[in-house]
């Protein structure tokens, strides 16, 4: 079992920036590919932004490309999730994610083919 836990989440205003940490713990997600998606008030929780377990794939929804980075420190089983030039059409609930296929090449969407979730940390963005 994984547990994982977001912080860096709060109220920023447009223009800002933001940097969520997701922590592992009950193993090591050094194998997992790891996700990020956000749920607005209203709205399915939807894919942001994902890395392979090495690090050296991404993937980002259209709306976040260019604003948005995610990196990951697996001595640290950490993942980050970098926010850059903040709108208030971020703003929603971040979940960080553990897909559980060890050492995949595919970073997955759908928020179905992850096994592990955090609770999610709320970011807002006022204009």
């Known amino acids: 079992q994984v547990q994982l836990v977001e912080s860096g989440g709060g109220l920023v205003q447009a223009g800002g920036s933001l940097r969520l940490s997701c922590v592992a713990s009950?193993?090591?997600?050094?194998?997992?590919?790891m996700g990020w998606f956000r749920q607005a008030l209203g709205k399915e929780r939807e894919f942001v932004i994902g890395i392979t377990w090495s690090g050296d794939f991404r993937r980002s929804a259209d709306s976040v490309r260019g604003r948005f980075a995610i990196s990951r420190d697996n001595a640290k089983d950490t993942v980050y999730l970098q926010m850059n030039d903040l709108k208030p059409e971020d703003s929603a609930v971040y979940y960080c994610?553990?897909?559980?296929?060890?050492?995949?090449?595919?970073?997955?969407?759908?928020?179905?083919?992850?096994?592990?979730w955090g609770q999610g940390t709320q970011v807002t963005v006022s204009s």
């Open positions: 994610a553990a897909d559980n296929l060890p050492r995949s090449r595919y970073v997955q969407t759908n928020s179905e083919d992850y096994d592990y």
């Open positions: 009950g193993r090591t997600i050094s194998r997992d590919n």
